[in-house]
């Protein structure tokens, strides 16, 4: 009988994850259709148990439900717990796990763009909201040894580190101290929403100081190359945008329903011809 996986969120209408996966599922012959789901806010309980109860074998969570869905689960992966949002759920004997796969899919796409692991590199992470707390416990819990963070409300940035469960040798900045310091790192990543689509001319902070050996990971995807990245280009950094920690997130939840890892060119080649075909 064919599988179905989907993914639940509000608004879902514009999800990549749907061509992703149904690619993949048909690529690799497996019986099985992936579903956008659009669940209100409200319906979030109904739904989760409507969701068992027809069987559905695994889904992903996007924006509002990440945190929301956590007591509506059997069990939250450690990480995931931390992080304090859940992306992927499987199915295991009629109960639902959930899993967060942002931190490890972005880190696997910087070490292979990297050409090598960036866990002893000296890293800055600019931003401290969801996506920074997936990428900085992930990289915490994989043993990096030295992330810093810049972020424009200095609390935010505080209970981050306050709040990691790994041991990771931390520096919180202001934006302007990491401008000054930024020829310090070896690694920027970029993960506030300043910069995309339609505020494309918007930059988190100055490049003045950036290293040209330094390497630059904007993990926003539309635009394809957002201000930061032209900037670090143009200063000689080499520049990665956030497609293949979109294709890998979505790699990685594959993996934990199918036991398959697909292949991640052919995921991101899928959401970058829905993008337009635009590269960086
Ligand atoms: P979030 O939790 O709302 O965090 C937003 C971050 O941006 C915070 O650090 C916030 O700083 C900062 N920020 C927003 N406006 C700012 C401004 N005008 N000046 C300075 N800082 C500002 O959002 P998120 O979920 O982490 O997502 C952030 C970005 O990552 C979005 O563009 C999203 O599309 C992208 N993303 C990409 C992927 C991928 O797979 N490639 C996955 C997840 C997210 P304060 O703390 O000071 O408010």
């Not at 309980?45 to 007591?71: E, L, Q, R, W, Y």
């Not at 416990?137 to 209970?159: C, F, H, M, P, W």
């Not at 306050?162 to 900045?173: D, I, N, S």
């Not at 000054?180 to 003045?208: C, F, H, N, W």
Request: glycine share 10%; proline share 5%; with cysteine.
């Amino acid at each position: 009988m064919k599988k179905l996986y989907g993914v639940i969120g509000d608004p879902i209408g514009h999800s990549m994850s749907p061509a992703m996966h149904n690619d993949a599922f048909e690529t690799l012959g497996i019986n099985a259709y992936y579903h956008p789901f659009h669940i209100k806010r409200e319906d979030l309980a109904a739904a989760v148990a409507g969701m068992k109860a027809i069987g559905v074998s695994g889904f992903n969570v996007t924006v509002p439900h990440k945190t929301a869905i956590m007591p509506l689960l059997d069990e939250v992966d450690p990480l995931a717990q931390a992080i304090g949002a859940v992306n992927t759920v499987i199915r295991s004997d009629n109960r639902y796990i959930g899993y967060n796969t942002d931190g490890e899919g972005f880190i696997r796409g910087l070490n292979e763009e990297y050409g090598k692991s960036v866990l002893d590199k000296h890293i800055l992470i600019i931003g401290a909201g969801g996506a920074a707390r997936a990428i900085y416990y992930t990289l915490g819990q994989q043993g990096a040894k030295r992330v810093d963070i810049a972020n424009r409300t200095a609390e935010k940035a505080s209970q981050l580190k306050e709040r990691c469960p790994y041991a990771v040798e931390t520096e919180l900045l202001a934006l302007i101290e990491a401008e000054e310091k930024l020829g310090d790192y070896d690694i920027i990543i970029q993960t506030t929403s300043i910069g995309m689509s339609p505020g494309v001319d918007k930059m988190p902070l100055r490049l003045a100081n950036i290293r040209p050996d330094a390497f630059l990971s904007d993990i926003i995807y539309n635009p394809a190359q957002t201000a930061l990245m032209k900037e670090a280009g143009l200063r000689g950094a080499r520049v990665q945008n956030g497609l293949r920690m979109f294709a890998y997130q979505g790699a990685l939840a594959f993996e934990k329903w199918t036991g398959v890892l697909p292949d991640p060119d052919r995921m991101e080649k899928i959401v970058q011809d829905k993008l337009g075909g635009k590269t960086c």
